[in-house]
């Protein structure tokens, strides 16, 4: 239990990261006087989706750590073992990484001297007028009844 207890400070890092995208993005629209509930629900979901991942982590590091106690008690001298992986601090790091480089976007919005920084003048911003890559439910039901139709 005290090694599940020592993945809290990960976990909060990538929560507190999460929180500060969300905060310097409303500033940004707030700055552009472009709030939309739409791109906020929108960004909402990909918050809740990386909660999953954090939580979806956390179970099998916890399922693995019990699935060896159990294997090992019931029978020892046994060669299995579920392989107990770093995948919180994995999963929290890259979560970390890809909100870093979210608010560096958003700060540039807000402060075009930050756009202009060495590093950050790399990260190529997000264009709103770009066509939208993601893939809906009904584009997906579209394309799999337009495929059953040819034959």
């Known amino acids: 239990m ?3 207890l020592a993945h809290w400070q990960v976990v909060f ?3 507190a990261m999460m929180a500060l995208d969300m905060l310097t993005g409303f500033a940004g629209a707030a700055r552009a006087g472009e709030i ?3 791109k ?3 960004g909402l979901w990909h918050k809740a989706g990386f909660c999953g991942l954090i939580v979806l982590t956390v179970a099998y590091e ?3 750590k019990i699935i060896n106690a ?3 008690q019931s029978m020892p001298g046994s060669d299995f073992t579920m392989p107990e992986l770093p995948a919180v601090a994995a999963v929290c790091a890259i979560i970390a990484l890809i909100e ?3 608010i560096l976007e958003n700060l540039s919005a807000l402060n075009p001297v930050i756009a202009s920084l060495p590093f950050v003048d790399r990260i190529k911003a997000h264009d709103p007028a770009a066509p939208n890559v993601t893939v809906g439910i009904e584009e997906m039901d579209e394309m799999a009844f337009s495929g059953r139709s040819d034959q």
Do not use: F, H, N
Request: proline content about 0%; overall charge negative.
């Open 13 to 15: 890092v990538a929560v």
């Open 70 to 72: 159990d294997v090992s």
């Open 62 to 64: 916890v399922g693995a």
């Open 2 to 4: 005290d090694a599940l």
């Open 100 to 102: 870093v480089v979210s």
């Open 36 to 38: 939309m509930s739409g």
């Open 40 to 42: 906020m629900r929108e």
